[in-house]
């Protein structure tokens, strides 16, 4: 079945960086678009950058500029750089097989707090 997990997250300044990794298996990881989304502390889902099969990438206007999402289809991985941290950066991560919500791994927290 398919298996997402993230790791990378943690407890960050602002201004700073972090690299999310999420490693899958279960399904065809090269043909498959791969979709990160957060959940800030009570509120809901939110998208936030997806990668095509081709490597074609789209992000939230919020990250543009500052987050960058790719994939190493020979490790089967899917990461998230994120730079220029901001405090409403703060949430729980995930990554997602597909373009929507689900299924997604069980979400890395990141806190970007001085």
């Known amino acids: 079945q398919v298996q997402l997990v993230e790791s990378g997250g943690g407890l960050v300044q602002p201004g700073g960086s972090l690299r999310l990794s999420c490693a899958a298996s279960?399904?065809?990881?090269?043909?498959?678009?791969m979709t990160w989304v957060r959940q800030p502390p009570g509120k809901e889902l939110e998208w936030v950058s997806s990668i095509g099969r081709g490597g074609s990438t789209t992000s939230r206007d919020s990250v543009k500029g500052r987050f960058s999402i790719s994939r190493d289809n020979a490790k089967n991985t899917v990461y998230l750089q994120m730079n220029s941290l901001k405090p409403e950066d703060t949430a729980v991560y995930y990554c997602?097989?597909?373009?929507?919500?689900?299924?997604r791994g069980q979400g890395t927290q990141v806190t970007v707090s001085s």
């Open positions: 279960g399904f065809a990881f090269s043909t498959s678009p």
């Open positions: 997602v097989k597909g373009w929507d919500f689900a299924p």
